[in-house]
């Protein structure tokens, strides 16, 4: 039994609500062309923090007490969770610990410490991460708020295809997100699945960082090792819990190159004006690999995160 379902999401949106952006459905004509499908895109780089991971921060941390609050909250993060945190922490008056890996694009760490984030630089391993973190946990009697691999993580991530599709208000044949951590395509997988019958479930992921193909594949989990992507947010091993969840649920795994993850960024830019890291442009990238898969269909597809280092652009 899944110990995440889709009452727990829609409570997750009621607790979350007045603390995130009811971000925007877009399309585009020409980008539907070229797939030869019909596009939705929700635009979740628009989203407090510039990224989904609002939602999952904010609905763990407002489920805390006040005891737990007082001695704060800490995790590990590429970037993006880490922003979430310490905003949702800074909401309630806690302090948040943030473990980020030294090769975390700049513009991701600069926005943790304007949040009020209190930065630790550890070496770029799942393991220097998950030990630096555990020390500060056991220094401090902070709260562990995993960047995916919670119910509340998951829960919260959920809430966005809650509001996609009834911002759409009609049935999706196929809905894409990326997967790195897992929380947002597993989430996306129980709401999904729940709100529209016969909806396919699809994880979009670097071919150079495919632990979630791989154990999707093979049915047993197993971890990132030496990950090799501009994806950043899209590094992480894919929890253990999530990776339950998209065994179940999801349908399948896409990987895509980084060269097309690229091509794809530089059409939701050019076309849809629109900036968008490499990780949410991955899902674009692998409905154009694929168009006889997708031709007709109606495809929502979620833009994940929009915080791009402006002085390291991959072309």
Same mark, same amino acid.
């Given at each position: 039994?899944?110990?995440?379902?889709?009452? /727990?999401?829609?409570?997750?949106?009621?607790?979350?609500?007045?603390?995130?952006?009811?971000?925007? !459905?877009?399309?585009?004509?020409?980008? *539907?062309?070229?797939?030869?499908?019909?596009?939705?895109?929700?635009?979740?780089?628009?989203? #407090?923090?510039?990224?989904? #991971?609002?939602?999952?921060?904010? *609905?763990?941390?407002?489920?805390?007490?006040?005891?737990?609050?007082?001695?704060?909250?800490?995790?590990?993060?590429?970037? *993006?969770?880490?922003?979430?945190?310490?905003?949702?922490?800074?909401? !309630?008056?806690?302090?948040? @610990?943030?473990?980020?890996?030294?090769?975390?694009?700049?513009? #991701?760490?600069?926005?943790?410490?304007? @949040?009020?984030?209190?930065?630790? @630089?550890?070496?770029?391993?799942?393991?220097? &991460?998950?030990?630096?973190?555990?020390?500060?946990?056991?220094?401090?009697?902070? !709260?562990?708020?995993?960047?995916?691999?919670?119910?509340?993580?998951?829960?919260?991530? +959920?809430?966005?295809?809650?509001?996609?599709?009834?911002?759409?208000?009609?049935?999706?044949?196929? %809905?894409?997100?990326?997967?790195?951590?897992?929380? %947002?395509?597993? +989430?996306?997988?129980?709401?999904?699945?729940?709100?529209?019958?016969?909806?396919?479930?699809?994880?979009?992921?670097?071919?150079?960082?495919? $632990?979630?193909?791989?154990?999707?594949?093979? +049915?047993?989990?197993?971890?990132?090792? *030496?990950?090799?992507?501009?994806?950043? +947010?899209?590094?992480?091993?894919?929890?253990?819990?999530?990776?339950?969840?998209?065994?179940?649920?999801? /349908?399948?795994?896409?990987?895509?190159? $980084?060269?097309?993850?690229?091509?794809?960024?530089?059409?939701?830019?050019? &076309?849809?004006?629109?900036?968008?890291?490499?990780?949410?442009?991955?899902?674009?990238?692998? !409905?154009?690999?694929?168009?006889? &898969?997708?031709?007709?269909?109606?495809?929502?597809?979620?833009?994940?995160?929009?915080?791009?280092?402006?002085?390291?652009?991959?072309?």
């Amino acid at each position: 039994m899944l110990k995440v379902t889709v009452e /727990d999401i829609r409570d997750a949106a009621l607790r979350i609500k007045a603390h995130v952006h009811q971000t925007p !459905v877009m399309r585009s004509e020409r980008l *539907n062309q070229l797939a030869a499908c019909q596009l939705f895109f929700k635009c979740e780089h628009l989203q #407090k923090c510039g990224a989904f #991971k609002a939602r999952g921060a904010h *609905n763990a941390v407002l489920q805390l007490s006040e005891q737990q609050l007082a001695c704060g909250v800490a995790t590990h993060s590429s970037g *993006n969770h880490g922003a979430a945190l310490a905003l949702a922490a800074s909401r !309630v008056g806690a302090t948040a @610990y943030i473990v980020i890996p030294e090769n975390a694009p700049t513009v #991701k760490a600069d926005a943790v410490a304007a @949040y009020g984030g209190q930065i630790s @630089y550890c070496t770029p391993t799942l393991e220097a &991460r998950e030990q630096s973190v555990a020390k500060i946990v056991d220094k401090t009697g902070a !709260v562990l708020i995993p960047p995916y691999d919670s119910a509340e993580i998951i829960a919260g991530q +959920g809430t966005t295809v809650l509001e996609f599709l009834e911002q759409i208000g009609s049935q999706l044949d196929v %809905l894409i997100t990326p997967v790195g951590g897992g929380g %947002l395509l597993a +989430g996306s997988a129980i709401a999904g699945r729940a709100e529209c019958p016969g909806l396919q479930v699809i994880g979009a992921e670097p071919s150079g960082a495919d $632990d979630a193909f791989r154990s999707f594949q093979s +049915g047993i989990w197993q971890a990132q090792t *030496n990950p090799d992507t501009l994806c950043d +947010g899209l590094r992480a091993s894919t929890g253990q819990l999530n990776h339950q969840v998209i065994q179940a649920m999801v /349908d399948d795994i896409i990987r895509v190159d $980084d060269a097309d993850t690229v091509a794809a960024m530089r059409l939701i830019w050019t &076309r849809m004006k629109q900036l968008v890291e490499p990780s949410a442009a991955v899902a674009l990238a692998a !409905v154009l690999k694929h168009p006889e &898969r997708f031709s007709g269909l109606r495809v929502g597809i979620i833009l994940s995160g929009g915080n791009v280092d402006l002085d390291a652009l991959p072309w």
